[in-house]
């Protein structure tokens, strides 16, 4: 949790119970944003797009100046929910509209929750109907606990940068603690940031954070229907940005570090973690390779047991890069855990200790390096450990 929390000016943040999947408990948020508002949003990979993901883009694609709102809500997808899903996320969004008087494309939604179930619309519309009551600039906690699932606590990151006279504030916050996988996650993300900023330069920044963040964690390798990721810059026209400018690269690298923290705070609060894994490829011949061997090793089920069990079982993490499609040989690999060699060459490294790698596994952070040895590009991913609490959590979602 952020320290200090800097507000946004302009950003207003309303929450509300639908008194649906999770009893009393605000799952309902309603975030309005100045006209000058500039939206970047990032969308699933996923082949399923959720209704509100593809009333998002719709809406995205076409909106114009004026007033903006998000709506999310959590504990229903409505993903595979067919042209009655549509209809209910259109619904709401229209009656909010109207009750906001804005344009019906400068409403975008997001969802979180269980799959392929009806959406109890009219419960969330009057959760909506209520967080507009309560729209305030300063309840950033509140909205980042509104938009949780399994979730344990919120994530919020809120930093201040000064450049020159100017003093810029940025505010973040994200869910998601399972369904982890680029692109991205079953991930919500919000960021904003207080400054004018044109659309073209705030996409750029938008693609470049979630690069080194939120595409490259993993829990289980799976994506979401709905993974949604927004950037969002007030257009406080007293703090400019100029394209290119080194203003523009110092909140660029500001937004990075705030993606990359949310990130991490994500994978901190995995289902059933125990374990922070971060696994470093170096020496590949290209990024594909360097993403492909640490994805494949970040998502083996046998490594992520291992890691929970603290066994120092090398061989998992050895036959998982061998079976990455990318690599040809495995003659010059050399793998170490928190810097203990286990293997060289593709083998057992003279130098292993059982005891020393055996400590190193009972580490609550643990870095796993993959040196391939046949180029210059490395590549890094973070992960989580697999275990019991991971499967009961997802045996029993929907109960």
Not at 31 to 37: Q, S, V
Not at 125 to 153: G, M, Q
Request: proline content about 3%.
């Amino acid at each position: 949790m952020a320290k200090k929390i800097h507000n946004i000016e302009g950003v207003q943040l309303g929450t509300a119970s639908s008194h649906t999947r999770y009893g009393d408990k605000e799952d309902s948020l309603l975030i309005t944003l100045p006209k000058t508002a500039q939206v970047s949003c990032k969308f699933t990979g996923n082949k399923l797009k959720a209704a509100p993901v593809q009333l998002a883009i719709n809406n995205l694609s076409s909106y114009s100046s004026g007033v903006k709102a998000f709506l999310i809500n959590a504990g229903n997808a409505n993903a595979a929910t067919g042209q009655q899903g549509m209809k209910n996320v259109k619904s709401y969004c229209k009656a909010i509209a109207s009750e906001l008087n804005l344009k019906e494309e400068n409403v975008i939604p997001f969802s979180t929750g269980v799959i392929g179930e009806a959406l109890p619309v009219n419960n969330y519309l009057s959760a909506f109907l209520e967080a507009n009551t309560k729209l305030s600039p300063k309840n950033w906690v509140k909205a980042a606990n509104a938009i949780l699932t399994t979730d344990t606590r919120p994530k919020i990151i809120s930093k201040q940068i000064t450049i020159g006279k100017q003093t810029f504030s940025i505010t973040g916050f994200a869910k998601g603690s399972g369904m982890i996988r680029p692109d991205f996650a079953t991930l919500l993300s919000f960021v904003f940031i207080d400054a004018k900023i044109n659309r073209r330069s705030l996409n750029k920044m938008h693609a470049e954070a979630l690069d080194c963040s939120f595409n490259a964690i993993t829990v289980d390798g799976d994506t979401s229907p709905n993974d949604s990721s927004a950037l969002v810059a007030n257009g406080n026209e007293a703090k400019l940005v100029e394209t290119n400018s080194k203003a523009e690269k110092k909140i660029a690298q500001c937004v990075k570090g705030i993606f990359k923290e949310l990130a991490e705070l994500l994978i901190e609060d995995a289902e059933g973690a125990t374990k922070k894994i971060k696994i470093s490829v170096s020496k590949a011949n290209n990024l594909q390779q360097a993403k492909s061997v640490a994805f494949t090793v970040a998502e083996s089920p046998l490594v992520k047991t291992a890691m929970f069990g603290s066994d120092a079982n090398w061989g998992r993490i050895l036959s998982a890069v061998g079976r990455d499609r990318t690599i040809k040989t495995i003659e010059n690999v050399q793998i170490k855990v928190n810097d203990v060699p286990l293997v060289k060459k593709g083998n057992i490294d003279p130098k292993y200790s059982e005891a020393k790698a055996s400590r190193a596994m009972k580490k609550k952070e643990i870095l796993i390096q993959i040196i391939l040895n046949t180029g210059k590009t490395e590549f890094e991913v973070l992960t989580s450990d697999l275990s019991e609490d991971y499967v009961l959590i997802n045996s029993d979602y929907r109960s």
